[in-house]
């Protein structure tokens, strides 16, 4: 079966999705105001509160959210066969995601620009709001821990991305200052910085001395490193601290002066490379040679599937971006459709990509099986399959093989970036509003706050537990970061349903997703803690024992809770006004 038909087949209802159902419910649920002033413009502070154009707020919100997580998860869902993948990613994206994203910016913006978590207090009780936050605090721990896992292993894997990749940051800076200090125009420079990107992208690709390769410096895999570390671990550690630096600084900037301009620049990159992708896959016009579905499968799809996929049909994550930062930045309520569901749509648009690209790599059926011949098979080779399934689409368009995978690690490598930095910034947003609840003054305090957010994903990250030894935290942490973030996202689809539910509108639009949601990623959370992460298990089942028994407490907690409110047995609270 050709690709080209499953491409196509899912970028037509993407388009009928956002064309149709996102319109009607922008103007029949949500009924966008043009005239509402957003609090971007009644709060403007030049840090964090900054009207923008919705076209560049679209690029910051879009590489926020699409990081590496929907191209590493659909990587390791097509496990049980490319069809429920494609399913649920197509699907999920039009009916769960867009109402999720959309919904969660919305419901910000109509109360101040506050994130879903304080929201939780308004909508739910002040109960209810705590243990969400803690949530939410797990859960961008795990993201920070997760991302900077990816980045650190990729840099290491193809160390000719390096250069370009930090070629960006000076670049966004100056793109930054030119368009908020001197009024410039922001299109023309993120296009020079890109190419200035590709260009290093290319040279780097060709010249080994300007491929920074952190283990071939200390002599190899082989090679002794530093603190009785093998060489690669050494590498490991060293691009942890130096992530941790970058986001230190990058979390804490004004949001115009590196967020915004990178990831409008990261923006264009991603229409370049699903461009790039796409313009491949039809010109090379490949085959499907992985099944349709996987009988020999170790692990049920059902409910893992819909936990393994979470960025890229719906995600949790999507909903702290929407609320955390998006929401402070969005010009006109109006321009949300485009922001928040249009947003969801790309993202799922780059999950179905990643799939085409792992299931026509192999050249049969039985060399699929051969690497996949497992679920934890799966998770460990996903991502590189999908970089060498990647490079291979882009060699269809005459580039060199060298040059293709560098550029499509790179591409990787930003948007996991871009989603670090971000998960740091609210990550800082959530400390600092715990230290307001429990009165502690200086933990509201942004250096502080941020510290606390670096500091403790660094530790995390640099775990000596689990299957890869030193530093393998990130990896430790994937299973239970799908869980946790499919509940985030059931939680915030259940506060948009309370929140309809009060202006006397039709919920269903969140009720149904939700309710599916919640089902299928409780279900799965409870046999991973209880069957599978066992009180007797390593010293690693513990760390996931520990923090997966916490969430699925909390979350079963504020849905009882959430639950009551929806059904009106808490009306006294539903009395308060909910709109600005």
């Excluded at 368009?179 to 040279?203: E, F, G, H, T």
Aim: a positive charge; charged letters at 10%.
């Amino acid at each position: 079966m050709s690709a080209i038909i499953v491409a196509v087949a899912g970028m037509i209802v993407f388009a009928l999705g956002y064309r149709f159902y996102s319109k009607f419910v922008a103007e029949k649920i949500f009924r966008l105001d043009p005239n509402y002033v957003t609090p971007a413009h009644r709060y403007k502070d030049g840090v964090d509160f900054v009207p923008t154009n919705k076209l560049v707020l679209w690029g910051h919100h879009f590489t926020s959210v699409a990081g590496a997580a929907p191209i590493v998860g659909p990587a390791i869902a097509v496990y049980w066969g490319w069809l429920p993948a494609v399913l649920w990613v197509v699907l999920g994206t039009v009916f769960a995601a867009g109402v999720h994203d959309f919904g969660t910016l919305v419901l910000s913006v109509r109360h101040k620009g506050q994130s879903v978590g304080t929201l939780a207090n308004r909508l739910i009780g002040q109960r209810a709001k705590i243990l969400f936050l803690f949530i939410i605090l797990i859960l961008v721990l795990m993201v920070n821990a997760v991302f900077a896992w990816v980045i650190a292993n990729l840099f290491i894997k193809f160390p000719a991305s390096v250069l370009p990749v930090f070629i960006q940051i000076p670049l966004a800076i100056w793109i930054g200052t030119a368009v908020y200090k001197r009024q410039k125009k922001l299109l023309v420079p993120s296009l020079i910085a890109l190419a200035v990107m590709y260009i290093a992208a290319v040279v780097s690709s060709k010249v080994d001395f300007l491929q920074i390769d952190l283990v071939k410096y200390m002599g190899g895999a082989e090679g002794a490193g530093l603190f009785g570390l093998s060489a690669v671990s050494t590498a490991f550690f060293i691009w942890i601290v130096i992530l941790m630096v970058y986001v230190y600084f990058a979390s804490t900037l004004p949001v115009w002066r590196l967020l915004q301009p990178r990831d409008f620049i990261n923006s264009h990159q991603l229409v370049v490379g699903l461009g790039i992708l796409y313009l491949g896959l039809l010109f090379t016009n490949p085959t499907i040679t992985a099944p349709m579905t996987n009988a020999t499968s170790d692990v049920s799809w059902f409910p893992l599937l819909f936990i393994t996929i979470a960025c890229g049909a719906i995600s949790g994550f999507h909903g702290l971006v929407s609320s955390g930062t998006s929401s402070k930045q969005l010009n006109k309520e109006t321009d949300a459709r485009f922001v928040g569901y249009l947003g969801a749509v790309g993202e799922g648009i780059l999950a179905l990509v990643s799939i085409i690209a792992v299931i026509i790599f192999f050249p049969n059926k039985d060399a699929f099986l051969a690497t996949y011949s497992s679920f934890g098979a799966a998770n460990g080779s996903g991502l590189t399959v999908f970089v060498q399934g990647a490079s291979n689409l882009a060699t269809g368009l005459a580039i060199p093989a060298d040059v293709a995978t560098t550029i499509v690690s790179i591409i990787v490598i930003s948007f996991a970036a871009t989603t670090l930095d971000t998960s740091v910034r609210l990550m800082r947003y959530i400390i600092a509003e715990l230290g307001m609840e429990y009165n502690m003054p200086k933990l509201s305090k942004k250096h502080v706050a941020t510290s606390v957010a670096v500091l403790s994903s660094a530790a995390l990250v640099l775990l000596p537990e689990g299957p890869n030894g030193f530093g393998s935290g990130g990896y430790l942490l994937w299973p239970l970061f799908g869980t946790a973030n499919q509940l985030l996202a059931g939680i915030s689809l259940l506060l948009i349903a309370v929140w309809l539910k009060r202006l006397g509108r039709n919920y269903l639009v969140a009720v149904i997703p939700m309710i599916f949601l919640l089902f299928m990623t409780l279900l799965a959370m409870f046999k991973q803690v209880v069957y599978e992460w066992s009180w007797f298990g390593s010293s690693s089942n513990w760390l996931l024992f520990i923090f997966g028994a916490i969430i699925f407490v909390f979350a079963v907690w504020i849905i009882l809770t959430a639950f009551s409110a929806l059904s009106g047995k808490n009306d006294s609270k539903l009395s308060t006004d909910v709109e600005d």
